[in-house]
T-cell receptor
Framework: DSGVTQTPKHLITATGQRVTLRCSPR?????VYWYQQSLDQGLQFLIQ???????AKGNILERFSAQQFPDLHSELNLSSLELGDSALYFC?????????????FGQGTRLTVV | GNSVTQMEGPVTLSEEAFLTINCTYT??????LFWYVQYPGEGLQLLLK?????DKGSNKGFEATYRKETTSFHLEKGSVQVSDSAVYFC???????????????FGKGTLLTVNP
């Protein structure tokens, strides 16, 4: 158990809908990362938050947004969903977001858009 | 930008065989390098890491050496077990703008299957 909790584990929704994925980082970790894992693209970095502030953006679509709350949990909002958004979404956390520190991953949320 | 290229596999070995999974990277500056492992139905777990040139990371019989001259971080294990069957990801930690924002850039992963 990494200490990172993601909910829900599975989500099935229709095209055009909006969903929210939730992540609770390890106790004390200030940095949260979101990744998307798909068969064709592999693991793609979406966005990073550090202590409530956005710090880095990767290949995140405009239809997607995220935030980190004062209690350090984070949410990833996906809207106007398309079939191609079906993927495994991982949250990871690290104590400081520094270069040498490992990131601890949750078990992921599997999103299926039908 | 920074990138990681790893042997895509799949790789199928018999128990006790020698394993090598190749990983090369492109990066500006001096990234830290990692191997993560993903068992079926689970998230990624750190297997080992190296933070500077010539460092060797090791864990559970796996080893990888940070080779700056060849920009490589190949994963090796002398004798694999069935329980090593998983997907292995090579990654580097590279910096965006500002501080406290190192992010991991992953290779595409290599599926390893070890047969008894």
């Amino acid at each position: 158990d990494s200490g990172v909790t993601q909910t829900p584990k599975h989500l099935i929704t229709a095209t055009g809908q909006r969903v929210t994925l939730r992540c609770s980082p390890r106790s004390g970790d200030l940095s949260v990362y979101w990744y998307q894992q798909s068969l064709d693209q592999g693991l793609q970095f979406l966005i990073q938050y550090y202590n409530g502030e956005e710090r880095a953006k990767g290949n995140i679509l405009e239809r997607f947004s995220a935030q980190q709350f004062p209690d350090l949990h984070s949410e990833l909002n996906l809207s106007s969903l398309e079939l191609g958004d079906s993927a495994l979404y991982f949250c990871a956390s690290s104590p400081t977001g520094q270069q040498n520190t490992e990131a601890f991953f949750g078990q992921g949320t599997r999103l299926t858009v039908v | 930008g920074n990138s990681v290229t790893q042997m895509e596999g799949p790789v199928t070995l018999s128990e006790e065989a020698f394993l090598t999974i190749n990983c090369t990277y492109t990066a500006t500056g001096y990234p830290s390098l990692f191997w993560y492992v993903q068992y079926p139905g689970e998230g990624l777990q750190l297997l080992l890491k190296a933070t500077k040139a010539d460092d060797k990371g090791s864990n559970k019989g796996f080893e990888a050496t940070y080779r700056k001259e060849t920009t490589s971080f190949h994963l090796e294990k002398g004798s694999v077990q069935v329980s090593d069957s998983a997907v292995y990801f090579c990654a580097l930690s590279d910096r965006g703008s500002g501080g406290s924002n190192y992010k991991l850039t992953f290779g595409k992963g290599t599926l390893l299957t070890v047969n008894p």
